[in-house]
Nanobody, 121 residues
Framework: QVQLVESGGGLVQPGGSLRLSCAASGSIFSIYAMSWYRQAPGKQRELVAH???????NYADFVKGRLTISRDNAKNTVSLQMNTLKPEDTAVYYC???????????????WGQGTQVTVSS
């Protein structure tokens, strides 16, 4: 079994900061790409940021310069530092990872349960 568990969401005022973390655990042989997505009420889930195993990053245009994705391959974690938050950043944020399992050495796509981020005064 493989699990992704997010933490760090909450309520923050506009202009504030939050740091989200996601830890992968279980029967993990290797983790490839890791990403953060978000889904606001009534909207489709959208990609926020992506980081490769080697550390190459990509960001959605709406977050460039405000959010930073990073990972610790030794700890199987990925983080999202969010600065200068806006009310429109309010959403459930999901961690995603492409993981090769030790059980069958197949690559599979995994999602965390999501963590709520609310930006409001």
């Amino acid at each position: 079994q493989v699990q992704l568990v997010e933490s760090g969401g909450g309520l923050v005022q506009p202009g504030g900061s939050l740091r989200l973390s996601c830890a992968a655990s279980g029967s993990i042989f290797s983790i490839y790409a890791m990403s953060w997505y978000r889904q606001a009420p009534g909207k489709q889930r959208e990609l926020v940021a992506h980081i490769s195993k080697g550390g190459d990053t990509n960001y959605a245009d709406f977050v460039k310069g405000r959010l930073t994705i990073s990972r610790d391959n030794a700890k199987n974690t990925v983080s999202l530092q969010m600065n200068t938050l806006k009310p429109e950043d309010t959403a459930v944020y999901y961690c995603n990872a492409q993981i090769v399992r030790t059980t069958d050495f197949l690559l599979a796509n995994y999602w965390g349960q999501g963590t709520q981020v609310t930006v409001s005064s």
